[in-house]
């Protein structure tokens, strides 16, 4: 159940692409954005049972690459540790998460035809607040997004998928890690994960 959750959470991240800048962005634009990744990703992944190439993969590693906002995800993981790093170790940090992040959404393509409603979009300034509901089989997850206009488009800075917090829950994670042994072991074991995505 929980890799379930897991894989529908990962589902949900690549269905935001970059949107068209506007002078006003509005729940409906947002709403409408959505609407529109979703409908590419289902043709792109086609009906049950289609054999996936290398090709569709990369297209779905652009997609994730291109709405969430890694940077932003793992410094709030990392939270003040995240300072105190030298530019290099920062920037290496921020790519093991991302193909962490990036991996986890790629193992189980079946989960991108999970059906998605919109049960709410919020949007104040450059900042949007969307809850959905994901429904694959019987299983009804909902999920939440923290999204920002940044530069044009619309990014993922976190999600919530059960009331837990993606960023919160790698915190913990990192910051039990970094308290115990450092920041270099945590380091070396995100190296390791990594290499196997």
């Known amino acids: ?26 729940a409906e634009d947002v709403r409408t954005l959505l609407e529109e990744r979703d409908e590419q990703i289902k043709e792109l992944v086609g009906p049950e049972g289609t ?11 652009e997609i994730i690459n291109g709405v969430i906002n890694f940077e932003a995800m793992a410094k709030e993981a990392l939270e003040e540790t995240y300072d105190t790093i030298a530019t290099e170790k920062r920037t290496e940090f921020v790519d093991l998460f991302a193909t962490i992040v990036r991996d986890q959404s790629l193992n189980k393509l079946d989960i991108y ?5 919109y049960r709410d979009i919020q949007v104040e300034g450059n900042e949007a607040r ?3 509901l994901a429904q694959l089989e019987n299983v009804r997850t909902p999920v939440n997004y923290e999204m920002e206009y940044q530069d044009g488009r619309w990014v ?12 919160s829950s790698y915190n913990r994670q990192f910051q039990r890690i970094i308290s115990q042994k450092g920041f270099e072991p ?7 994960r990594a290499a196997r995505a």
Not at 2 to 21: E, G, Q
Not at 51 to 61: A, F, I, N
Not at 186 to 192: D, G, P, Q, Y
Request: aromatic share 4%; no cysteine; charged share 25%.
């Open 1 to 26: 159940m929980h890799m379930l959750k897991t894989a529908i959470k990962t589902f949900l991240l690549v269905i935001f692409l970059t949107a068209t800048a506007t002078a006003q962005q509005t």
């Open 51 to 61: 054999e996936y190439t290398d090709e569709q993969r990369q297209q779905l590693k």
């Open 113 to 117: 035809r999970a059906k998605v409603t």
């Open 130 to 132: 969307v809850e959905t």
């Open 156 to 167: 993922i800075v976190d999600m919530e998928i059960d009331d837990v917090s993606t960023a």
């Open 186 to 192: 945590l380091l070396e074991s995100l190296r390791k």
